[in-house]
């Protein structure tokens, strides 16, 4: 046995031992397995937190429209609770098969439009919930209302600016993102007298300009694939959407595939 070819901190330990390592073949082999296998645990258990760590600073950085952060799996969608079952089951098929294919390593946008309190948000984070679970890819949430309300403090408090550059910086790369009740920011539709029409205020140019270099980011023009899976829930149609925001934003965020987007009509709002 050359003593040569064996790693030098085995050699160091077992002559420690009082052992020569070139005499001693066996205990050498030994030692080097329980070596091994001390690192592999470590490794492991680095590997482990290291996950936990990343999954909780997503969750850290996400911002909720409430104080605390929402979670829903499929396992608590109840198709019984509405009126029309058979949709509601269908809505939670459709949710299940997208979650699929984000397992499967597709990346794509997804769209769940309706009305309030059909379901949407719980959805997104069903699915998010499953693709973490099953593939280990973590998500990121974005409240569009809290994130217009961080938009109207950033004068006030340079802290909030801050947010604003890391929060961003998170949303470029977030495995999955969702993009919770895009549209709301808008307000309510204003009356025009001149056209005798109503339409929805363009979002504060800043909020359209972070949102845009977001989707831009994650959108790879030269291969025409998507960077990771955005989620965007919303009350209102691609039509209103385009009122609100500049086409090229829309574009990149809101998908155009039916298969891509889910359907909330017909549902009944569940807030008690
Ligand atoms: N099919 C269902 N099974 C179980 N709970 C449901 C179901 N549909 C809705 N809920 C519950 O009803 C409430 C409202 O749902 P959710 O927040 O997902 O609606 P939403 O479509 O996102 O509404 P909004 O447009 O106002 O954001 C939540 O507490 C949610 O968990
Ligand atoms: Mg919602």
């Known amino acids: 046995m050359e003593e040569l070819s064996l790693p030098p901190n085995i050699v160091a330990m077992m002559r420690e031992q009082g052992r020569d390592p070139t005499k001693d073949p066996a205990a050498f082999a030994e030692m080097k397995k329980r070596k091994e296998e001390r690192e592999q645990s470590l490794i492991s258990k680095w590997n482990q937190q290291n996950r936990q760590q990343k999954v909780k600073s997503w969750l850290q950085d996400s911002i909720w429209s409430g104080s605390r952060p929402l979670n829903f799996t499929f396992e608590r969608w109840e198709p019984d609770m509405q009126t029309n079952t058979q949709l509601a089951r269908e809505v939670g098929n459709s949710a299940w098969k997208l979650a699929k294919r984000m397992i499967a390593g597709e990346q794509f946008n997804v769209l769940m439009v309706g009305e309030p309190g059909t ?5 997104a984070l069903a699915i998010a919930d499953k693709v973490f679970k099953n593939a280990e890819k973590p998500y990121l949430f974005i409240s569009t209302m809290k994130l217009f309300g961080m938009f109207n403090e950033r004068f006030d408090n340079p802290e909030v600016g801050h947010k604003l550059k890391d929060l961003q910086k998170k949303a470029k790369q ?11 920011e808008a307000g309510m539709k ?3 007298e001149n ?3 109503t339409h929805f205020k363009p979002v504060r140019k800043d909020m359209q300009e972070w949102l845009y270099e ?6 790879d023009e030269y291969e025409n694939a998507h960077r990771g899976s955005t989620i965007v829930t919303t009350n209102n149609t691609s039509g209103d959407l385009v009122q609100m925001y500049n086409p090229k934003l829309i574009s990149r965020l809101i998908t155009k595939r039916k298969g891509n987007t889910i359907y909330f009509e017909g549902l009944d709002d569940m807030r008690g």
């Open 190 to 192: 204003i009356y025009n």
């Open 214 to 219: 977001v989707a831009d980011a994650r959108y």
């Open 119 to 123: 379901g949407k948000t719980s959805l």
């Open 195 to 197: 056209t005798g029409k």
């Open 174 to 184: 977030a495995p999955i993102l969702i993009i919770d009740d895009f549209g709301t």
